[in-house]
C-alpha cells in the first residue's frame, strides 16, 4: 500500500491487485460511516483508492499502513439481477477462445456472481468482477466505431454494459434493457462499487446449474 497526496486535500492510494482496492474501499466507508474518518469522496479503480476532500491528509496518510484492512466478505447486501439476452455477435469469439461451446459462454456467465469493483469511462459504466481468471478475454483488435446501448461485453477480467451507445471495443456477448444512468432516478447510476449482481437469462434458454465446475449459483 503507498498513498500518494495529490493536492492539498487528497490521497491517492496504490494496492496491489483489484481485490485489495476492493478491501480497502470497503473498510474506508466504514470509517467514514462510523464518523472516524472524514472525507468528501471515496472513489475506486482498477489498482488505486482515490480520497478527495480530507479533513486531515497527512494523518490519515501517515496511519494508513497500520490500519487492519478486512477482506471482502463472499456474501455481502442483496443481489442486484440484470435480465440478458445472450445474443452478442462475439459469442462465437469468446466460445473459441474459452474453448467452450457458444451455449456455455451464456451457461458459465450466468452462473457467475459479480461485484462491481469500480466505475468509469462513461456515467453508469460498471466494471464488474467475478468470472474466473480462466474466462478473461482480450479486446477486439479493431474496435467498434458504435456499440448499440445495453450491450452486455468481456474485456480482460471485467464484464461491463454499456449505458449508452458509444464507441468499444469489449467482446459483446449479450444484451439488456436494464436502465443503466437515468439523471430522473436517485442515484442515477443503476451500478455502484461494491454492488452484488447476477445476469438473468431472458428469453435464452440457459441453465446456469450447468455450468463449469465451481461456478454453481447460491440459491435464490
Sequence with gaps: MRALPMGER?????????????ALHAELLRRRAAGSLRVREIVPAARTVLLDGLDEPARVRAELPGWEVLPLPERAGAVLE???RYDGPDLADVAAHWGVSVPEVA?????????????????????????????G?????????????GSVALAGPYTGIYPRTSPGGWQLIGS???VLWDHARVPAALLSPGVRVRFVPHGTPVNPTEAAPGLAPEGR
Excluded: K, M, N, W
Design 10 to 22: 487528497a490521497l491517492l492510494v496504490e494496492l496491489a491487485d483489484g481485490i485489495e482496492a476492493q
Design 82 to 84: 440484470i435480465p440478458v
Design 107 to 135: 451457461r458459465i456467465h450466468a452462473a457467475a456472481e459479480f461485484r462491481v469493483a469500480f466505475c468509469g469511462f462513461a456515467p453508469g459504466f460498471g466494471y464488474l468482477t467475478g468470472l474466473p481468471e480462466r474466462y
Design 137 to 149: 478475454v482480450p479486446r477486439r483488435a479493431t474496435p467498434r466505431t458504435s456499440v448499440p446501448e
Design 176 to 178: 439488456t434493457d436494464a
